[in-house]
């Protein structure tokens, strides 16, 4: 997501939320999520975001993301929020410690997007959802109260918008995750990386190539695509002979890099 965020600076004039607000949706230290709060400001500009290019501020310094957010809870239907799939998977896990906050993050999202006359939101797969929702939000608002919102596009890479984890390949990767080979962390260090991708699951078959069927080497492939900017068919040229040692030596590098 990052890196197409970077790269669109050139094009549009970016807006990046740091989401506290959304955060304490889960139970937080508050001395940790402080800390947590200066290091997302700080992996966005040395990822290569750039103040001067596009605005960079803390969710709960805005106030109007939580009154409009207010405003939208009060004719969203219960309905909408329940077919939510984020909801789903997060209360199955969290059980008895589910918060009402939770079940109406997509409320406070679709504010966070519409507070600001948005055109294109750059999401992953697994964000596409939420996109949609804020769309029917402003969609209804606008039939009700007349044309105030603007309906935004999601704008989801060609490639990489799904990635799964290194531990689990049928899971999207995710820094919640408990298990720790499943994501690749910006903070981790080139031998914490290394060490993850050489225990990535991949099968019991040895050609190297984009299978979907294969969803452990196919995750592995996808990865390495992205970070060399290499075609597929150039990759599985490339790779033709070699084992999966030699793969992920080798993704573990441009991954580092």
């Known amino acids: 997501a990052m890196k197409q965020w970077v790269v669109s600076q050139a094009e549009f004039s970016n807006i990046f939320c ?9 139970p937080q230290d508050p001395q940790v999520l402080k800390v947590k709060i200066r ?4 992996l966005l500009f040395a990822a290569g975001i750039d103040w001067q290019e596009s605005a960079v501020f803390l969710q709960s310094q805005v106030s109007a993301h939580a009154e409009l957010a207010w405003i939208l ?4 239907p219960t309905g909408w929020m329940k077919r939510m799939t984020q909801f789903k998977e997060k209360s199955e896990k969290m059980k008895d410690e589910v918060s009402v906050g939770l079940f109406d993050y997509p409320a406070l999202m679709a504010a966070d997007i519409l507070l600001y006359d948005t055109d294109l939101v750059p999401v992953g797969e697994d964000q596409k959802q939420h ?8 969609q209804r608002f ?3 109260y007349g044309e105030t919102l603007k309906v935004p596009e999601p704008q989801i890479p060609k490639v990489g918008a799904r990635i799964m984890g290194l531990d689990d390949p049928t899971k999207k990767m995710s820094k919640s995750e408990d298990n720790s080979v499943h994501a690749v962390n910006l903070l981790d260090s080139p031998e914490i990386i290394r060490s993850k991708i050489a225990r990535a699951t991949t099968d019991s078959l040895r050609e ?6 294969r969803p452990g080497i196919y995750n592995l492939l996808v990865i390495y695509e992205l970070f060399s900017g290499l075609a597929r068919p150039d990759i599985e040229r490339h790779f033709e002979g070699k084992g999966y040692a030699d793969f992920k030596r080798e993704l573990a590098e441009v991954v580092v890099e």
């Open 39 to 42: 290091e997302v400001a700080g």
């Open 18 to 26: 740091i989401v506290d607000l959304h955060a304490i949706t889960v």
């Open 73 to 76: 809870n009060c004719f969203i």
């Open 142 to 144: 606008n039939s009700i």
């Open 208 to 213: 190297i190539r984009f299978d979907e069927n």
């Open 131 to 138: 996109v949609e929702f804020t769309r029917d939000v402003a």
